[in-house]
């Protein structure tokens, strides 16, 4: 064997393997709407499994805006301005980024988002139908009441899915005019859970036990209220959030818990939609309007009560 003929094999050895491994390997931007956020944390763990599990080897850089809707635009913009080869978007509020959706279209780069709201410029939205959600546990809540007593509405206007929630709360509590609101709060997403806290303990302090129940727009609140009522010796609180987040399903499986429902968002099957949509769209380059069959995907989201919560208790 030549010297010549070793060199040449050795490159092509050398190139197979860079192929194989290089090939696949897409540089994608992943802007969190707020990292701090379980449901996030899931949809990218999601994500990483379905990663590890089809042998990719893609670059995703992580791009956090904690809560901030300006900041959400800047990192997009970030994003675009880099050439990635797609853009993942989680639980964000996208009203401000109209202008660099715009350019990472200009750039030709595929937008997915989860749990955003879908406006054009983005391929998809893969959600749970909000509406529906709250349609399950709000009343649930209140048939639990009794159809009568004081509660606490937290809400939170600055994501599409709290507001829908908070909207159908709302529009519920019309139908039962023996419930009264004794306290109204919009929670500031930037520091959710330390608002919440303190927000609460003002309440609790001011209402004590005139305090029946808590409706919360998601399951960190929820616990987080759950948490002050506790420390208040306020035992007999009844308390929703939407999420389905592991503590909260087990806080509902506690017979003498004060959390009675929250409803199972399948944030990991959201990301792991997410990258097959990658796979299909930027690798095997197919046309998105054949590979996703609506703006708006919406996935299942089934209520969890002390009834059934054994069922979606982590395996």
Known sequence: MSA???????????????????????????????????????????FD??????????????????GSGERTASNLQ?????????????????RASRAAIDAAVDAKIPIITVDSG???????????????????????????LGGKGRIIFLRMAEHHGTRKRGDVMETILREYPDVKVLAEHNIDYTAFFEDT???????ASRFGDEI????????????????????AGLKNVKVIGIDGHPNAVTEVCKPDGLMIATVSQP????GAQAGAWIEEIVVRKEDPAKVIPA???????????KQNCKDFLPK
């Open 4 to 46: 010549n003929w070793r060199k040449a094999a050795a490159a092509a050895v050398v190139g197979f393997l860079l192929n194989a491994t290089g090939a696949n390997a897409l540089n994608l931007a992943w802007v969190h709407a707020n990292a701090a956020a379980q449901s996030e944390q899931r949809v990218k763990a999601g």
């Open 49 to 66: 499994a379905w990663l590890k599990e089809t042998g990719k080897d893609w670059n995703v850089s992580l791009l956090d805006s904690g």
């Open 78 to 94: 970030d994003a675009a301005s880099r050439g990635v080869d797609a853009i993942i978007i989680t639980m964000a509020d996208l």
């Open 118 to 144: 879908y406006i054009p410029g983005v391929l998809v939205d893969v959600t749970t139908n909000n509406w529906a959600m709250s349609s399950d546990v709000s009343p649930y809540l209140l048939n639990e």
């Open 197 to 203: 806290t303190s927000t609460m303990q003002d309440y």
């Open 212 to 231: 029946d129940a808590v409706w919360a727009p998601w399951d960190e609140p929820a616990q987080a209220a759950i948490n002050v009522l506790q420390a």
């Open 267 to 270: 944030f990991e099957k959201m």
């Open 295 to 305: 703006k708006t995907v919406y996935m299942d989201a089934p209520l969890v009560t």
